[in-house]
């Protein structure tokens, strides 16, 4: 069983208010519970004022008495030196690894997005940090993580003497936002089934040099050619590159779609039905270009939409004005010497990297003054 248990809190006693640490723990959360993470995997989130001490530790004890194979921990919030910041005081780092430690798991990962994040590192046995001793189906997760070499793996958003940020423009903590978009932007490492995986090495570094891109871009002082020394840096802990995060979505689509439909209805506008499987919480997207027969596009509109479930099921009508057919310039000539319009209906679903999920079009004739009856307008 491979377990996820994400804690955010945002408003930690006696700290400023942070923006976005519940919906880091969230957005890790989803992505790790759905079509991308694990096959079957358990697990809760905890956030804002349900995130306190004593429901920490009771989850941890709970998972020592009935330990996972795989756990991954992941915490976004106020941090020092000495602990986490939940939602009733500080959660000492030595409490938080004594409880860790009685967690028999073969494998486990902890992910801190938090300031002083490595200082938790000082308070790990040794003994517990993994070291070199010792996807189309589910057999692909179970075989390479069953591969990983037992112990505890540490990905920190900054160093234990430094501190952590937010991103305005990303809505996440730097380290957060950075990690999310290495989930769903990075190659594959691990050679095993298709689509392949994403280790944990391979999400660290993608994250970190996505990381610096942003920071030295966002920060670096107009005109001056100087970027400040306060970059945030990630670390690590334990032996990285054989634990599986994510399945990649780089080579292939994960998951199907279905058109199941796509009528022509009165006026510039259309029917479009689909079904998409097997993408629960990855980013999809729906575009529909009207466009004339040599392909050249009169006008098109796009959607992105994140399944919430393993077969998402939507449809509607999609309508330009009219007024579109006389704004194109080949159009309108067509169409005011009174002649019969052939256009090209297209209907699209995508992925994030432009892979085709599915694809229907058709090709009806409009008329000015003089409509066809199906068509009218």
């Not at 959360?29 to 009771?58: N, Q």
């Not at 997005?113 to 189906?137: E, K, M, N, Q």
């Not at 305005?168 to 903590?173: D, E, Q």
């Not at 009528?263 to 919480?281: E, K, T």
Request: hydrophobic share 40%; glycine share 8%.
């Amino acid at each position: 069983m491979y377990y996820v248990l994400s804690i955010g809190v945002n408003n930690g006693p006696g700290a400023n208010r942070l923006n976005f640490a519940e919906k880091d723990a969230v957005d890790v959360f989803r992505v790790l519970s759905g079509a991308l993470g694990p096959p079957r995997v358990r697990g809760r989130y905890l956030l804002g004022t349900r995130a306190t001490r004593a429901e920490v530790i009771a989850t941890l004890v709970a998972l020592a008495l009935q330990p996972p194979e795989y756990l991954l921990l992941y915490f976004s919030g106020h941090g020092s030196e000495e602990g986490i910041l939940v939602a009733d005081g500080l959660l000492h780092y030595a409490d938080l690894a004594q409880y860790l430690q009685r967690i028999r798991a073969r494998a486990m990962m902890v992910i801190l997005d938090t300031c002083h994040a490595a200082a938790y590192g000082r308070f790990v046995s040794p003994a517990d940090v993994a070291g070199l001793g010792g996807i189309d189906d589910d057999h692909t997760w179970l075989r390479v993580l069953s591969e990983a070499h037992p112990g505890m793996r540490m990905l920190f958003a900054t160093s234990a003497e430094t501190l952590s940020r937010e991103s305005l423009n990303a809505k996440n903590g730097f380290f957060t936002a950075a990690l999310l978009h290495a989930f769903h932007h990075a190659e594959a490492d691990l050679p095993a089934g298709s689509p392949k995986l994403i280790s944990d090495l391979q999400a660290f570094v993608n994250a970190c040099a996505f990381m610096q891109e942003q920071q030295t871009k966002n920060w670096k002082r107009p005109g001056s050619g100087i970027v400040p020394l306060h970059i945030q840096q990630p670390q690590f802990l334990g032996h990285l590159g054989d634990f599986p995060l994510v399945r990649s979505q780089v080579e292939r689509a994960v998951g199907t779609a279905t058109i199941t439909n796509v009528a022509i209805l009165p006026g510039l506008s259309v029917r479009v039905d689909f079904v998409v499987n097997g993408r629960r919480n990855v980013p999809t997207r729906w575009c529909v270009r009207l466009s004339h027969p040599d392909g050249s596009l009169i006008i098109g509109r796009s959607r992105r939409f994140v399944p919430a479930k393993d077969e998402h099921a939507e449809g509607g009508r999609i309508r330009f004005p009219v007024s579109v057919l006389d704004d194109d310039r080949a159009s309108s000539i067509v169409l005011n010497s009174g002649w019969q319009l052939p256009v090209r209906w297209t209907f699209e679903l995508l992925d994030d990297h432009d892979h085709r999920l599915a694809r229907r079009s058709l090709m009806p004739s409009y008329f000015k003054g003089a409509p066809t009856p199906q068509l009218g307008w």
